[in-house]
Nanobody
C-alpha cells in the first residue's frame, strides 16, 4: 500500500512558476512509476508527466513539454513537478499517482493503469 499526498499548489499569475510535491508512504517507493495528472473544471483528467522508477526516464504531455520538469528522490520518497511559464490553461486540480512496475514502464500516460492517487492540489493561473 502506498499513500500519496500532494502539496505546493496555489494561485499564480500567467508567466509564473509553481513547484508541486508529492510525498509517498511505504518502503517500496522506488518500485513505482510515478505520474502527474490534472483535471480542469468540466474536462476529463489528463496526463501531465511521468517518471520511471529510477528517474532515468521522463515523459511529458505535449501541452507542457518544455515548461514542466518532473523529478524524484527515492531516498526521500518524493516526486516533484516544477512548472514554469504557466498559463490560464494550466488551471486544474493536479494529482500525483503511482503504480507498481516490474521491468520497463509502459502506459505511463493512461490514468487507469495507476493504482494509487493523492487527494489533489489546486493550481490556479490568472491572466
Amino acid at each position: 500500500q502506498v499513500q500519496l499526498a500532494e502539496s505546493g499548489g496555489g494561485s499564480v499569475q500567467a508567466g509564473g512558476s509553481l513547484r508541486l510535491s508529492c510525498a509517498a508512504s511505504g518502503r517500496t517507493f522506488s518500485s513505482y512509476t510515478m505520474g502527474w495528472f490534472r483535471q480542469a473544471p468540466g474536462k476529463e483528467r489528463e496526463f501531465v508527466s511521468a517518471i520511471t522508477r529510477s528517474g532515468s526516464g521522463t515523459y511529458y504531455a505535449d501541452s507542457v513539454k518544455g515548461r514542466v520538469t518532473i523529478s524524484r528522490d527515492n531516498a526521500k520518497n518524493t516526486v516533484a513537478l516544477q512548472m514554469n511559464s504557466l498559463t490560464p490553461e494550466d488551471t486544474a486540480v493536479y494529482y500525483c499517482a503511482g503504480k507498481y512496475t516490474r521491468g520497463a514502464a509502459a502506459d505511463f500516460s493512461v490514468d487507469s493503469t495507476y493504482d494509487y492517487w493523492g487527494q489533489g492540489t489546486q493550481v490556479t493561473v490568472s491572466s
